[in-house]
């Protein structure tokens, strides 16, 4: 079973930043795609961001409309960590923020797990 974590969200004011993180931990033979999505009172959850492995080294990132230019995905391999760097906060960021993987835990076994998500407040 593989377990994801979030941290780094709060109350930020307009045009500041925030930094999330999300930790996975467990039985990881590789991580294929990681993303970051949110979901607001009233309204569906959607992606913010992603990234897709090409290869041991390569990753290819792609981001909602809304965000981008402001925010940035990335990982660290060897800590199985995502981040999710927010910069040019807007109010209409306001949403909890989750994180998804989806991997395999063995040659013959795929997982697809989502973080409990993390409150970011954007004041106006």
């Known amino acids: 079973q593989v377990q994801l974590v979030e941290s780094g969200g709060g109350l930020v004011q307009a045009g500041g930043s925030l930094r999330l993180s999300c930790a996975a931990s467990g039985s990881i033979l590789s991580i294929n795609v990681m993303g970051w999505y949110r979901q607001s009172p009233g309204k569906q959850r959607e992606l913010v961001a992603s990234?897709?492995?090409?290869?041991?080294?390569?990753?290819?990132?792609s981001y909602a409309d809304s965000v981008k230019g402001r925010f940035t995905i990335s990982r660290d391999n060897a800590k199985n960590t995502m981040y999710l760097q927010m910069n040019s906060l807007k109010p209409e960021d306001t949403a909890v923020y989750y994180c998804n993987a989806e991997g395999r835990t063995d040659w013959f076994s795929r997982f697809n797990s989502w973080g409990q998500g993390t409150q970011v407040t954007v004041s106006s």
């Open positions: 990234l897709t492995s090409g290869g041991s080294t390569n990753y290819a990132d």
